[in-house]
T-cell receptor
Framework: EPEVTQTPSHQVTQMGQEVILRCVPI?????FYWYRQILGQKVEFLVS????????KSEIFDDQFSVERPDGSNFTLKIRSTKLEDSAMYFC????????????FGSGTRLTVV | AQSVSQHNHHVILSEAASLELGCNYS??????LFWYVQYPGQHLQLLLK??????LVKGIKGFEAEFIKSKFSFNLRKPSVQWSDTAEYFC?????????????FGRGTSLIVHP
């Protein structure tokens, strides 16, 4: 069964540093998403991406966040200057349509900002 | 804005007990509804989904959910739980908002099943 692959599985970074979280969505999917889950809290939508541009973003997705699909395969989330409160599990997901049939999630990247 | 409420934050059951997890959403238009499961240390997996037709949907591992439109509810059920069902369960709604679909998740329900 096709999978969404995320790397790294765990990243530790110092406050103020830039991090890039990587995702390889399912090859024939067209919509891509990033979610985060702070420990013990709900899964929060960050951004959706379609046709090489952001289609929706939440208020969490401020100027320190950016997404990119640099090569038609990878889908990255960049956090420019990390803060302690960015520590969370970040999930990438993809779907073949607007998610009406559900999303396929990656296994997540645990980001720890120290 | 749409929202999803999961009223049970923590549920503890013994094996073979019946399970019902509540999910209510606030959105008046057409919705697609999902339940996801997250086993300890693993990623979110789709348990079942509804978008039209029979309001009683069956998913994997013996789970089912019933969409009751008049109550804006999509409760998850399983007649007899197993220890391996210990996990976090998330209800999610996909509804059209301003021309796009923004999936919204509930806070999740932590289920612990004692052997």
């Amino acid at each position: 069964e096709p999978e969404v692959t995320q790397t790294p599985s765990h990243q530790v970074t110092q406050m103020g540093q830039e991090v890039i979280l990587r995702c390889v969505p399912i090859s024939n999917h067209l919509y891509f998403y990033w979610y985060r889950q702070i420990l013990g809290q709900k899964v929060e939508f960050l951004v959706s991406f379609y046709n090489n541009e952001i289609s929706e973003k939440s208020e969490i997705f401020d100027d320190q966040f950016s997404v990119e699909r640099p090569d038609g395969s990878n889908f990255t989330l960049k956090i420019r200057s990390t803060k302690l409160e960015d520590s969370a599990m970040y999930f990438c997901a993809s779907s073949r349509d607007r998610g009406n049939y559900g999303y396929t999630f990656g296994s997540g990247t645990r980001l720890t900002v120290v | 804005a749409q929202s999803v409420s999961q009223h049970n934050h923590h549920v503890i059951l013994s094996e073979a007990a019946s399970l019902e997890l509540g999910c209510n959403y606030s959105y008046g238009g057409t919705v697609n509804l999902f339940w996801y499961v997250q086993y300890p240390g693993q990623h979110l997996q789709l348990l079942l989904k509804y978008f039209s037709g029979d309001p009683l949907v069956k998913g994997i591992k013996g789970f089912e959910a019933e969409f009751i439109k008049s109550k804006f509810s999509f409760n998850l059920r399983k007649p007899s739980v197993q220890w391996s069902d210990t996990a976090e369960y998330f209800c999610a709604v996909n509804a059209r908002t301003g021309g796009s679909y923004i999936p919204t998740f509930g806070r999740g329900t932590s289920l612990i099943v004692h052997p």
